[in-house]
C-alpha cells in the first residue's frame, strides 16, 4: 500500500467519523476498497485512451460502433457492478 501505517489509522479514524456508528471500517477494508477503485479506475482508463470506438453513420443516421466493441463495454460494465467498487 501506498500509506504508512499510521496514516492509514488516521484515514480510518476519518471515514468512521463521517459514516457514524452505523458502518465502521477497517484499515484493511479501507485499503481493499481503494484497491478496487484502483483497478476500476485503470480500467476505465485503458478503454478510454483506446479510444470510444463510436461514430455516426450519416446514411442510417445511425451510432455504430467497432466490431466487438460494444460487447466489450457491455463485459467490462458488468464485472464492475458485480464487484463494487464501493461496497
Not at 8 to 24: E, H, K, P
Not at 35 to 62: F, K, M, Q, V
Request: with cysteine; proline share 3%; hydrophobic share 40%.
Amino acid at each position: 500500500s501506498t500509506f504508512s501505517p499510521s496514516v492509514w489509522a488516521r484515514i480510518t479514524d476519518i471515514m468512521n467519523s463521517i459514516t457514524g456508528q452505523g458502518c465502521r471500517f477497517t484499515p484493511v477494508q479501507l485499503k481493499g476498497k481503494l484497491n478496487r477503485l484502483r483497478r476500476a479506475c485503470r480500467l476505465l482508463n485503458d478503454i478510454l485512451t483506446r479510444g470510444t470506438g463510436w461514430g455516426w453513420d450519416p446514411e442510417l443516421n445511425t451510432i455504430i460502433n467497432e466490431a466487438g466493441r460494444l460487447e466489450e463495454l457491455y463485459w467490462v460494465i458488468k464485472i464492475l457492478c458485480s464487484h463494487s467498487v464501493f461496497s
